[in-house]
């Protein structure tokens, strides 16, 4: 019997941190924007309406935040793998993730709103 995999996901976290390539990045820091796409069985939580039986998310938060604001990556292709690799490691039933990382107003010597990565990853 094939598994079960429903989405959840956490969208628009928003992070003050240090990373990027640049010395001006490490110093001063940027925002970030932050959305992860979790799939997994859900059936049991489902039916059994106990977090316990649940992929908790705001473990995931969790996560994601110390990630985000206590490690500096030079990419944020890095960083994503980073969250992504730890995440996989914290949660056993987790079957693919999806996350996308974005940096606001980069530093990029004009107006831009925002650039990233989005990457994916499957157990």
Do not use: W
């Not at 970030?32 to 992929?55: M, R």
Request: hydrophobic letters at 40%; charged letters at 25%.
């Amino acid at each position: 019997m094939d598994r079960q995999s429903n989405m959840i996901f956490i969208e628009d976290m928003e992070f003050f941190a240090f990373h990027g390539h640049y010395d001006e990045e490490k110093f001063a820091g940027n925002r970030f924007t932050v959305s992860i796409y979790l799939y997994t069985d859900t059936s049991k939580a489902e039916k059994s309406d106990n977090l316990d039986d649940a992929l908790n998310y705001q473990v995931v938060y969790a996560i994601i935040c110390y990630i985000m604001r206590n490690t500096k990556s030079n990419l944020v292709e890095n960083l994503a793998s980073n969250i992504l690799d730890a995440l996989f490691a914290r949660f056993t039933q987790l079957q693919k993730a999806r996350i996308r990382i974005a940096k606001l107003n980069p530093p990029m010597g004009g107006k831009i709103g925002k650039v990233g990565v989005e990457i994916e990853h499957e157990r």
